[in-house]
T-cell receptor, first 117, second 111 residues
């Protein structure tokens, strides 16, 4: 299947700083990528849809000014957690789907474990 | 997208078949059934998907009832590495392509 790669896999940052997470589709072009957040022992929660060349679409309750999403190319989307606080500590996961007719699966990155201290 | 209901947890003996059920009684005619699994601290891994017919691949089989209100994921010979949370998701194709995850079933394969 297609490969989606995230970087870094693990990051620790100080409270008040910003952290950028990259999501790349390695062998296909993705006009749309998705960002999820997962707290311990909970399911994945969709945060936003990243659209190449246009503004991201955020789910209700997700602060767009805090979680900045940029999708400047067909293979790269970035999520920047601005002014991070300990409550932003979580597992962040991106996904992308190969273009084509409906019914095809989405592929997920390996996730980024963010710890804010 | 239709809501799904899965048991929160299941155990399975190593080497035996693991049968994971999913109810999706409000599924619409054009919604697909997808299964993913998530091993601890990793991103979800695609397993299989289907619309109406039963499907099989190298990882698993998907059995969808005739009325499509429920489905079962079958891992024919479970191994310890199959211990994971399994998510059943139903969705329309091309609805922005998002996947909304429920709580899933935590499968523990016992030696």
């Amino acid at each position: 299947g297609a490969v989606v790669s995230q970087h870094p896999s693990r990051v620790i940052c100080k409270s008040g700083t910003s952290v950028k997470i990259e999501c790349r589709s390695l062998d296909f072009q993705a006009t749309t990528m998705f960002w999820y957040r997962q707290f311990p022992k909970q399911s994945l929660m969709l945060m936003a849809t990243s659209n190449e060349g246009s503004k991201a679409t955020y789910e209700q309750g997700v602060e767009k000014d805090k979680f900045l999403i940029n999708h400047a190319s067909l293979t790269l989307s970035t999520l920047t957690v601005t002014s991070a606080h300990p409550e932003d500590s979580s597992f962040y996961i991106c996904s992308a789907r190969e273009p084509g007719p409906g019914g095809t699966e989405a592929f997920f990155g390996q996730g980024t474990r963010l710890t804010v201290v | 997208d239709a809501k799904t209901t899965q048991p929160p947890s299941m155990d399975c003996a190593e080497g035996r078949a693991a049968n994971l059920p999913c109810n999706h009684s409000t599924i619409s005619g054009n919604e697909y059934v997808y299964w993913y699994r998530q091993i601890h601290s990793q991103g979800p891994q695609y397993i299989i998907h289907g619309l109406k017919n039963n499907e099989t691949n190298e990882m698993a089989s998907l059995i969808i009832t005739e009325d499509r209100k429920s489905s079962t994921l079958i891992l024919p010979h479970a191994t310890l590495r199959d211990t994971a949370v399994y998510y059943c998701i139903v969705r329309f194709p091309n609805t922005g392509n998002q996947f909304y995850f429920g709580t899933g079933t935590s499968l523990t394969v016992i030696p």
